[in-house]
């Protein structure tokens, strides 16, 4: 099991920016972000494979939203730009460590705690 530190989130208004970074032990395969909207199911927003750096988004976030890794280091940024106030959510950090695709939702099976992001208009 690999353990999830998030940090960053808060309240900006829209069209604004911020930042969340997460840091995993162990060596995940693909680390992500989820979202979640209290009564609704949890979405999968952006993932990135540790090794090839490959990013992927669900497309209501893709020309906003950057994931990126540090090189060897197993922490995971989340730019979030030009933000709407749709993008409130708690978001949550995710980790994959048996392989496959990275935009899959399926793969991941360790989660953080999360990290609340309102977004006001």
């Known amino acids: 099991q690999v353990q999830l530190v998030e940090s960053g989130g808060g309240s900006v208004q829209a069209g604004g920016s911020l930042r969340l970074s997460c840091a995993a032990s162990g060596r995940p395969y693909c680390m992500g972000w989820f979202r979640q909207t209290p009564g609704k199911e949890r979405e999968w927003v952006a993932g990135i494979g540790l090794v090839s750096g490959w990013p992927s988004y669900t497309d209501s976030v893709k020309g906003r939203f950057t994931i990126s890794r540090d090189n060897g280091k197993n922490t995971v940024h989340l730019q979030m730009n030009s933000l709407k106030p749709e993008d409130t959510d708690m978001y949550y950090c995710?980790?994959?460590?048996?392989?496959?695709?990275?935009?899959?939702?399926?793969?991941?099976?360790?989660w953080g705690q999360g990290t609340q992001v309102t977004v006001s208009s």
């Open positions: 995710a980790a994959a460590t048996s392989g496959g695709r990275c935009w899959e939702g399926s793969v991941y099976s360790s």
